[in-house]
């Protein structure tokens, strides 16, 4: 996770993202969009000190896709890790399909894509250019990793720009 740039959607409490900063993460963006989840993920990042080093947009995730342009994204991210609600099945084909979508230029080369899920729930294999590499399943719960398969674009890394401008 050192040096990483850490995308998290479907943020919730802020759990995995603040994970990510703990284990040295070059960047961490999150992006969640219910109040309550964004009141308990502000709070804990002023609790650890986190509130300025980590971005979170207060929208939804496929608002916040959607608006990237075609190629023109500021940001690239080695990691992203996506955990919507289990009761939102569609969110996940819609959200993997995006991001191994080439035009977002979201993916850095190399790139580790992990959708946490019920274990019960199959995801497809490919999304784009996104391909599975491997699944871990434990209790209920289960987490696909996806690797990609696209050439990458030399777009620079996050520079500190809001993307949707609803940074919180």
């Known amino acids: 996770m050192e040096g990483a740039r850490f995308l998290d959607l479907y943020a919730g409490s802020g759990a995995v993202g603040i994970e990510a900063a703990s284990r040295g993460a070059a960047s961490v963006v999150m992006v969640e969009r219910a109040e309550p989840a964004l009141k308990v993920l502000r709070l804990n990042l002023e609790k650890l000190g986190l509130r300025g080093s980590v971005r979170v947009h207060a929208t939804g995730v496929d608002r916040f896709l959607r608006r990237l342009r075609p190629g023109m994204s500021p940001m690239q991210f080695d990691v992203m890790f996506l955990d919507p609600p289990y009761d939102a099945a569609e969110e996940y084909a819609l959200t993997l399909r995006s991001l191994g979508a080439t035009e977002t230029g979201l993916l850095a080369s190399g790139a580790l894509v992990i959708a946490e899920h019920r274990r019960k729930v199959k995801l497809d294999e490919k999304y784009g250019t996104l391909y599975r590499t491997r699944v871990l399943e434990q209790g ?23 993307v949707s401008g609803e940074e919180a």
């Open 140 to 162: 209920d719960a289960a987490l696909s990793f996806y690797a990609s398969d696209a050439p990458h674009s030399s777009v620079a890394s996050d520079s500190g720009t809001a």
